[in-house]
Structures are given as C-alpha cells and as structure tokens.
C-alpha cells in the first residue's frame, strides 16, 4: 500500500469521525469522502458505504459548501438556511451508519 493510500485511509477515518462527533456537516464530509475515495484502490464502482456520500452529494449539489459561501449573496444563503437544515438533518438521518462502516473498514487495519 503507497503512502498515499494510508494517509488517505487516515484522512477518511478522521473526516468520517468528525461528521459523526458534529465536527463536520454531512454535507460538506460527503465532498470530502468522495474527494479521498479516487485516492483509495479496491473499492467497488458501487460500494454501499460509499454510494450513501454520493447520494448526498447528488441531492444536495445545488447547495453551497462552506468554502463557496463567500461568493453568494447573504440573501441568498438567508433563503438557503431552512434548506440547509433539512438537508443535514435528512443526510445525518443515514450516513451515520456509513460514517461507522467506513471507521471499521479503514480505520481498523495495520499500516
């Protein structure tokens, strides 16, 4: 395994661990996990624990991250808020699990 693969196997374990403790919004950790899979090989096309960020991401792509905030409007991120929310509660409501899989599956193997 390259030293590349583990520090990003240590890098999803850490951003998986920080949605989980609310340290990071599900929103925002799902374009993180996807960043740090195309760093990661033997993962499937269509890796369950994987295919939920994708999911969020998909719905969700409408929606500013963090980093593109600076460039929208305060009204319009106003008018965003309600819709943020919910999409963070709905996303929180099953990547949890996908969170803890990733942490058993990376997390817990010797490097």
């Known amino acids: 395994m390259s030293e590349i693969e583990i520090r990003a196997r240590h890098h999803l374990v850490a951003v998986a661990q920080d949605m989980l403790d609310g340290k990071l919004f599900f929103l925002e950790g799902a374009a993180q996990v996807l960043a740090i899979r195309s760093q990661l090989s033997e993962i499937a096309d269509r890796d369950p624990d994987f295919d939920v960020f994708v999911v969020i991401r998909s719905e969700t792509d409408h929606l500013p991250l963090e980093e593109q905030r600076p460039l929208w409007s305060p009204e319009a991120l106003a008018r965003l808020e309600p819709e ?8 929180g409501s099953f990547a949890q699990q996908a969170c803890r899989n990733l942490i058993d599956r990376f997390g817990n193997r010797k490097t």
Do not use: P, R, V
């Open 84 to 91: 943020l929310k919910n999409a963070e509660e709905w996303a």
